[in-house]
């Protein structure tokens, strides 16, 4: 969707809480600068039917909060299979796939050290166009919450079978909407390998930065503080 500025508009919420991301390309180049795509560019060498401990090395570009725990858990298992993950874009899946999806995470988050969020970052590397990155803040925290912006997002782990599934469903709801139709070919223009999740968290990310980093500075002035 685009406006009479030819600014390219993002409508999200899943029909919940609808929120309009007036400029997504600006909200990309915010990603960008943050990021330089280190994470999304990187190709692993690991199995991509398989879980092993060194997958957990590139979530640590997202800032994930991995740690010894998450590490030993999996050096203990040594491996974990995922034969029962779907290999399909968000877009074309149906209810079951995302059953199995949530399955297949449910597996990492029931290990210690685990939450939604760094399991995500993993998977998303197996499966780049189908398990969306659901970080704890800008996804649970200020996608699926109502009072985000007024209030400052959670940054909560996630463990919750019921509310990972809503994400994953909420998620394939935005990236199908007919008001987003074309959208993604022009976000995608210049990064055409780009999956449509993919290029969803970077403008999702994006304006969530801008929209924190305004709400801040707005609680800052009303409390008269200069930062």
């Not at 796939?97 to 297949?104: H, I, N, P, R, S």
Request: hydrophobic share 40%.
């Amino acid at each position: 969707m685009t406006d009479s500025m030819d600014k390219v508009r993002l409508v999200v919420g899943a029909g919940i809480i609808e929120r309009v991301i007036p400029d997504a390309e600006q909200a990309l180049k915010i990603y960008k600068k943050i990021t330089d795509y280190t994470y999304l560019d990187y190709l692993p060498v690991t199995p991509r039917d398989l879980v092993v401990p060194e997958d957990l090395a590139v979530t640590l570009a997202l800032n994930s909060r991995v740690g010894s725990k998450a590490v030993e858990s999996l050096m203990e298992k040594r491996s974990i299979s995922l034969a029962g993950l779907p290999d399909k874009p968000l877009e074309a899946a149906d209810d079951n796939d995302l059953e199995a999806a949530a399955d297949q995470i449910m597996v990492l988050v029931g290990l210690k050290g685990f939450g939604a969020s760094v399991t995500s970052k993993l998977l998303h590397k197996k499966r780049p166009a189908l398990i969306p990155v659901m970080d704890n803040s800008a996804i649970f925290g200020a996608y699926m919450n109502p009072d985000w912006p007024q209030k400052k997002a959670g940054s909560d782990t996630v463990k919750d079978r019921k509310l990972i599934l809503e994400a994953l469903r909420r998620i394939r709801f935005d990236i199908t909407r007919p008001e987003n139709e074309g959208v993604w070919a022009r976000l995608g223009k210049d990064r055409e390998m780009r999956s449509r999740i993919e290029l969803f968290d970077c403008v999702w990310w994006g304006w969530f930065k801008q929209k924190t980093r305004n709400s801040y500075q707005e609680r800052m002035d009303k409390e008269g503080r200069i930062e």
